[in-house]
């Protein structure tokens, strides 16, 4: 096994932790919480997404959240960015970098945005070429990487396929999805050495879900494969929320526990990120419960 | 990393599964919940333990089951023998493997044996020779072999000085245990490979907790490591009984479904399992809750 010195830990909480509950987060109290995030040392934060905010109504400040955040020197605020209205929002920001998304299996790519993955591309790797050219960073994020809760696991081919146009058209970074928690180590090591192997110049990250309790073993598998940058949420938030409690994103403290205590280094305070387990679902509790707008 | 054709899995629910808890399962109810281990597939089964009962009041019927088990073609029942006392017993009874034990750890040894890992080491490696003499089997079972409660991370070179005096005493098989949930899969790792480096020709173990949520990690890390042998227990009991609802040992169902997710074969029946899963529970919600004796 591999035991690396350093591993990058990326925060999403603001994003996929809050983007599915039925509260709204007052946007004073996320920058807040950024800050405590970067308190904690993250360098990297996914903050937000400029989808519509009729579709997605705890993301509504994505404008007013890009105008405010602290500049810091090395902290790097990414944004979702799901289609030329959002790009054009996303531009009008202070946001770092831009999160391209779209799903490996058609299925889900049809149920979450309502077109095939072969449309979602073409869109995607267009965004993409503005987005550089603009001067911002892109990454392309595969959802669905591994398994698709609609056609089942997904065949490696398709995720490369996905993966080469978006190293085609530019992309800066690649993330694997393991959208619904369903992968397994092997998957998790197979597929993303294959993808690092491909495209060796490429950074790939990998966003796991804990649905399963397979979080800390596929950490560990993704690590084997060479993956050196993983997304998290502090408290495990982003869980369905039709079914309440069960766990979401990998959990920030639970990872980065599991990495220091075989001494691969993350560059982050524990005290802080278990402070953190603690006041995020205090805030959830707290918040505003939104009305449906849709 | 390394996924291998096979790998077996031990039943340890009706002696570290039941071992610490308030009620006393009735030795009916066992021999039938060990027909129902043996309809899922397992072959390898570790009963009880030859304690005095005044002691562990829930194995009070060791030598009962002895007589009492079903002798089912290729399937092995093991038991543990704490002493001379114990091993007396154990050889008027019909259990195929005698599981000698003790902590790596001296801090941990003396608090569960009052002895210190040497002059335990002295005891055991003596009731090894006899246990193989009389022409049964032999497992040495190494407690803290990687944490303890008491003096925290056990260096390797006291796991392996133990395991060197029990291989030189003759043990058929060797058992690393995290007592306590607490060991990292690098740890696990690095023992285990170093272990059967050094021991080539004994069949390693490794008796697992998911205390910490670092269960499937850990299987996963052992096999890396060229383990084939893992315990577990149904329903993941054997939690610590100070702490209701904590895990215990790890889970039949999920190590097997993580297995042969992974095309893994363990041999077992993952629908038997999950009706383990519902009805070890039941049983001890069940079953008469023990009078202290002591």
């Known amino acids: ?73 090395g902290v790097e605020y990414e944004a979702l960015v799901p289609n ?41 790797t267009e965004l993409i070429a503005i987005t550089n050219k603009e001067g911002r960073k892109t990454v392309g994020a595969i959802s669905t990487a591994f398994v698709c809760p609609f056609s089942g696991e997904v065949p490696y081919e398709e995720v490369e396929k996905v993966a080469e146009a978006l190293v085609n058209s530019g992309v800066n970074e690649l993330g694997l999805g393991d959208t619904i928690g369903k992968a397994t180590p092997r998957q998790i090591y197979e597929y993303s050495s294959r993808i690092l192997e491909k495209f060796p110049d490429v950074p790939l990250s990998l966003h796991l879900h804990d649905t399963y309790g397979y979080g800390l073993a596929n950490v560990m598998a993704g690590i084997q494969a060479g993956v050196r940058l993983f ?9 369905c929320p039709y079914a309440p409690g069960s766990p979401g994103n990998i959990q920030a403290s639970k990872v980065v526990q599991l990495l220091e205590k075989q001494n691969i280094n993350t560059g982050l305070d524990i005290d802080q990120i278990l402070k953190l387990d603690i006041e995020f679902p205090k805030l959830l509790g707290s918040s505003k419960v939104l009305t449906k707008t849709v």
């Open 1 to 73: 096994m591999i035991f690396p010195e350093q591993v990058t830990i990326r925060d999403v909480t603001l994003r996929d932790g809050l983007q599915n509950e039925s509260v709204f987060v007052e946007t004073e109290q996320k920058i807040e919480k950024v800050k405590e995030i970067i308190a904690a040392g993250f360098k990297r934060i996914e903050v937000t997404s400029f989808v519509h905010p009729k579709w997605v109504p705890t993301m509504q400040d994505a404008d007013e959240l890009g105008q405010r955040l602290p500049i810091i020197l």
């Open 84 to 124: 030329k209205r959002g790009l054009d929002r996303f531009l009008q920001s202070n946001f770092h970098s831009a999160v391209l998304f779209l799903s490996a299996s058609t299925a889900h790519n049809q149920a979450n945005v309502n077109k095939s993955t072969e449309e979602s591309l073409e869109e995607v």
């Open 231 to 239: 997304d998290v949420a502090q408290a495990g938030l982003g869980g």
